[in-house]
C-alpha cells in the first residue's frame, strides 16, 4: 500500500513548545500534502511539498521531504493551544486520488 | 461560495435500510471524492469522480453506488446498511487532479444500528 504513516500516533507538548511529526511512504511520489483536522470537523489543507522540493515554509510551518528516505517531517514551531488537532499526510502518487496515512494526535497543553 | 456542504450530519439507521448522503460543491470544480473514517485510521477513499458521468471506485467501494449527473453534485448511497458502514464520511473536491488541494465538507457521522 501506499499509504502514508504517521509518526508518532499521538504528540502531547506545552504550548510555546515545537511539534514535530513525520511521514514515511513506499513508492515514488508528485507530491505529499499535509492537513489538519480539528475534533469533528472535515479537514484542512496546511502545505504542500512537490517531490522535487526538500523544504517549505508557512507561516509557523516547515515541511521537508527526503525522497530518498521516503519521508516527510511537518514542525510546527511556538505551538498554541489552537493547534490541538489531528494531522494528516496525503499522498499523490500519480494516481487518481491521494492516500492518507492515519494520523498523528497533537495535544498542546496551555 | 459555500465550499463543500454535506448533508445530513448527523443519521442513524437500522442493518438493511438505504440512504444516500448528499454532497454538493459550488467551486466548479471537477474531481469530487468520497472518504470514510475509522477510528485510529486515516481516510480510505471510497469512490471518486474525475467528471460529471465519470465515476470510478476507490479502496473500500463495496455496499456503496455513486453518480455524478452534474458538476456540483456527487451523492453516495448506502443500499442495505451495515453496521461495519457506521463511521464519519467526507466529501471532497478538487480543480482537478494535478491540483493542489483537496477541499473538504464538515462530514456526515453515520451510525448503523
Known amino acids: 500500500s501506499q499509504q502514508g504513516e504517521e509518526d508518532p500516533q499521538a504528540l502531547s507538548i506545552q504550548e510555546g513548545e515545537n511539534a514535530t511529526m513525520n511521514c514515511s511512504y513506499k513508492t515514488s511520489i508528485n507530491n505529499l500534502q499535509w492537513y489538519r483536522q480539528n475534533s469533528g470537523r472535515g479537514l484542512v489543507h496546511l502545505i504542500l511539498?512537490?517531490?522535487?522540493?526538500r523544504e517549505k515554509h508557512s507561516g509557523r510551518l516547515r515541511v521537508t521531504l527526503d525522497t530518498s528516505k521516503k519521508s516527510s517531517s511537518l514542525l510546527i514551531t511556538a505551538s498554541r493551544a489552537a493547534d490541538t488537532a489531528s494531522y494528516f499526510c496525503?499522498?499523490?502518487?500519480?494516481?487518481?486520488?491521494?492516500?492518507f496515512g492515519p494520523g498523528t494526535r497533537l495535544s498542546v497543553l496551555p | 461560495n459555500a465550499g463543500v456542504t454535506q448533508t445530513p450530519k448527523f443519521q442513524v439507521l437500522k442493518t438493511g435500510q438505504s440512504m444516500t448522503l448528499q454532497c454538493a460543491q459550488d467551486m466548479n470544480h471537477e474531481y469530487m471524492s468520497w472518504y470514510r473514517q475509522d477510528p485510529g485510521m486515516g481516510l480510505r477513499l471510497i469512490h471518486y469522480?474525475?467528471?460529471?458521468?465519470?465515476?470510478d471506485q476507490g479502496e473500500v467501494p463495496n455496499g456503496y453506488n455513486v453518480s455524478r449527473s452534474t458538476t456540483e453534485d456527487f451523492p453516495l448511497r448506502l443500499l442495505s446498511a451495515a453496521p461495519s458502514q457506521t463511521s464519519v464520511y467526507f466529501c471532497?473536491?478538487?480543480?482537478?487532479?494535478?491540483?493542489?488541494?483537496?477541499?473538504f465538507g464538515p462530514g456526515t457521522r453515520l451510525t448503523v444500528l
Open positions: 469522480s474525475v467528471g460529471a458521468g465519470i465515476t
Open positions: 511539498i512537490r517531490s522535487n522540493e
Open positions: 471532497a473536491s478538487t480543480p482537478g487532479l494535478a491540483a493542489d488541494t483537496q477541499y
Open positions: 496525503a499522498i499523490d502518487n500519480y494516481g487518481q486520488n491521494f492516500v
